[in-house]
């Protein structure tokens, strides 16, 4: 069984890494950043367009 992964940016602070998309919220729920502690649509922490569709498959 192959592992997904999504890498994630901050839009606030500029933190990026990498997580598991199935431990995610929806990409229309609320996410906070562990580092700055802004909360924003998680849609706008994805990285690139690939990201976030990868995130949609595990809705």
Do not use: H, I
Not at 1 to 14: D, S, T
Not at 19 to 42: A, F, I, V
């Amino acid at each position: 069984m192959v592992e997904a992964f999504v890498r994630l940016l901050c839009p606030e602070c500029g933190k990026d890494w990498e997580t598991n998309p199935s431990e995610l919220p929806g990409t229309k729920k609320n996410y906070t950043c562990s580092s700055c502690g802004t909360t924003r649509r998680l849609a706008e922490f994805m990285r690139t367009e690939r990201d976030l569709q990868t995130v949609k498959q595990f809705e």
